[in-house]
């Protein structure tokens, strides 16, 4: 699968760095106005910690809303970068392409995002630095006999969390090298006599005096996939352990399944892929990179989210029977909220609809497929039901926690400071983004001009396909 | 007597390809000359000199020494904090597992970025000679020779098709 023209490497340069070298108008109004809701959120934050969680709508016993759905949903949007950019390279996949780079970088962003929640849940954010100053880098109190419980979920979650971001950004880091060195080539000054800006100062400083001779590229391909190999292991772990946050809490039925874990990891897989399938969208809208991002990726995509999506629902399937199948009272009460009661019932409906039944409708014809619009609204329609699904597994449960003694305590409902504070994250991610597409090329500009000097045709009867050679 | 540097810019990888074995002809070594592009060509696509290299070895390393420091860690801290629950041991196996898992995959990603770094000899910022119409498609034979061979090998770049020949402390065109 090869669709498009060829084309050369001056104007693939030119294309794709047009967003740094030559950003456009609307860039620094969106970043602005981004930046203004995610100071909404900020100030939302600060109101929370001045005043206290009772600005919340949390309550005994629920005591995990918004944000630790946000939390687990940002999780789940990381886990595009990996599936993207490690299975589809290792599959050598030859539409994974233009998608990598923005995928890996999303990783990253929705990794730092998901860690804000947790900590903003805390209610008590300055403690961290009682963990981190007193004893350099040492994520506990030692000097005061602390230490971590290595029993506890809570902290396999960031020890998971923390590799997963670290190894991220690393891994997006080494691929940036050879695209550095490009904009290090194009942000030369014209002469000799000419002294360097800062620009090309700082992109001759990241590019680390790449030269891209044989042995770098050779050792740029076996770093890509090496790096696909190790990561994707820690990807896979990253969201069974923010399942085990739930899955080890025996206290609360709903959640103290075995099936978490997997039924978590497609989830996320899911959630991430249709939102870098969005984001793909947007990228080519706003920069005008229709030679790259083609209607054939978009198309990949769907086929993919449908063969996730069925996957993801077997699961969700599989999680449901599993707890009606072990009849205990508290469990089957939980399934009852879900299930039968106002406002829980309609939420679990409008979930299945839009995570599964409405998106794969749409992915099953080719001519939708290719349809961009109605490819993002597909897109937009898993995320919210991915969302609610982390809101309809946390709430519910707590909320029968302790029957009994506080079931006095009927329906959470958030407050405005959560709204604003939920709200800030998206924006966080969007103006995040927007701010590297100024400073590095969201396609990988060596990825592209590879396929180009791998593409061919091949004529096969009275027709000519268009194809592209692979190394082994 | 010292080497200068040449380098040739071609627009066809055959062409550059031709260059490498006039080069070979000629006398030049195959450590004495290299190739720049601005994407990675399929091995061999230039008749360069197969190089080895030791990359693997970094993961495998990091690996180890993630693997000691999460057992250390968590070992240890369970038992800075011995927390007794219904008689079973202090050092609780699975839990360990999972963060000295985190650990070992942890440091081998890092020690792999360090192998990448390293093997491809990088940082390296003094460039020597090098165009940077190389990041726009073109592909760049580098010799390092002689200071007498320097007229034969810029004729022996236009004789394969190279659109400039450049050479050390000469501005590009």
């Known amino acids: 699968m090869q669709e498009g023209r060829p084309i050369p490497s001056r104007q693939i340069n030119r294309e794709l760095l047009s967003t740094i070298l030559n950003s456009p108008k609307w860039f620094w109004i969106a970043v602005v106005l981004l930046g203004l809701i995610v100071l909404g959120a900020m100030s939302a934050a600060g109101f929370m910690v001045n005043k206290g969680l009772g600005v919340t709508g949390m309550n005994r016993p629920v005591m995990w809303g918004f944000f630790i759905t946000n939390f687990v949903f940002w999780i789940g949007i990381s886990h595009a970068g990996v599936m993207l950019s490690a299975i589809l390279r290792l599959s050598k996949a030859e539409w994974r392409r233009p998608a990598t780079r923005a995928a890996e970088i999303l990783t990253v962003f929705s990794l730092m995002t998901a860690m804000l929640m947790p900590l903003i849940h805390t209610g008590r954010p300055w403690r961290l630095v009682y963990w981190i100053y007193t004893v350099p880098f040492a994520p506990y109190d030692y000097a005061r006999g602390i230490w971590p419980n290595v029993r506890s979920p809570l902290v396999w979650d960031p020890s998971a969390v923390y590799t997963y971001l670290t190894s991220s950004i690393l891994f997006v880091l080494v691929a940036l090298i050879p695209d550095f060195a490009v904009l290090r080539d194009r ?286 | 007597m010292a080497k200068r540097a040449i380098l040739g810019l071609f627009e066809d990888a055959s062409y550059a390809a031709e260059a490498g074995d006039a080069l070979q002809r000629a006398g030049v070594a195959p450590t004495d000359y290299d190739f720049l592009t601005d994407t990675p060509y399929p091995e061999g696509a230039f008749g360069e000199r197969h190089e080895g290299h030791k990359l693997y070895i970094f993961p495998l390393c990091g690996a180890l020494v993630g693997l000691t420091i999460g057992i250390l860690l968590t070992s240890m801290t369970q038992m800075a904090y011995p927390m007794v629950q219904a008689g079973k041991p202090i050092l609780s196996l699975p839990p360990m597992a999972v963060v000295t898992y985190e650990s070992t995959m942890l440091t081998a990603i890092i020690f792999t970025i360090i192998g990448i770094v390293f093997e491809s000899r990088l940082p390296s910022f003094k460039q020597g000679l090098y165009d940077t119409r190389i990041t726009e498609g073109y592909i760049g034979v580098l010799a390092n020779v002689e200071e007498t061979q320097l007229t034969e090998v810029s004729t022996l770049f236009t004789q394969a098709g190279a659109v400039d020949v450049v050479r050390e402390n000469q501005a590009p065109a």
């Open chain 1, 187 to 472: 942000t030369a000054p014209p002469t000799s006599g000419h002294s360097p800006t800062l620009t090309h100062r700082i992109y001759t400083l990241l590019a680390m005096g790449w030269r891209g001779n044989p042995r770098q590229w050779k050792l740029q391909i076996i770093a890509g996939v090496l790096l696909s190999a190790l990561i994707l292991p820690v990807f896979v772990s990253v969201h069974s352990i923010v399942s085990w946050d739930f899955g080890m809490a025996v206290a609360v039925k709903s959640w103290h399944s075995t099936i978490f874990a997997p039924y978590f990891v497609v989830g996320a897989v899911h959630s991430g892929v249709s939102a870098v399938a969005f984001a793909m969208i947007i990228l080519r809208h706003i920069y005008g990179w229709q030679n790259y991002i083609r209607h054939e990726h978009i198309d990949a995509l769907g086929r993919l989210l449908i063969v996730v999506a069925t996957g993801w629902f077997y699961f969700f399937v599989m999680e449901v029977i599993f707890g009606f199948y072990g009849r205990e009272a508290d469990e089957l009460a939980v399934r009852d909220l879900q299930f039968m009661q106002n406002p829980w019932n309609i939420w679990m409906m409008v979930f299945v609809f839009t995570t599964y039944f409405l998106p794969v409708a749409l992915w099953l014809p080719r001519m939708f497929r290719r349809n961009l619009w109605i490819m993002s609204a597909a897109c937009i329609s898993v995320n919210i039901g991915m969302w609610l699904e982390r809101f309809i597994i946390i709430v519910p449960g707590l909320q029968n926690k302790q029957v009994f003694t506080f079931s006095w305590y009927t329906v959470y409902s958030p407050s405005a400071v959560e709204w604003t504070i939920i709200g800030g994250t998206f924006a966080l991610v969007s103006m995040l983004m927007l701010l590297v597409a100024r400073v590095a090329p969201l396609i990988p500009l060596y990825d592209i001009k590879e396929a180009e000097i791998l593409r061919t045709e091949v004529k096969i009867g009275r027709v000519t396909v268009p194809a592209v050679y692979r190394e082994d």
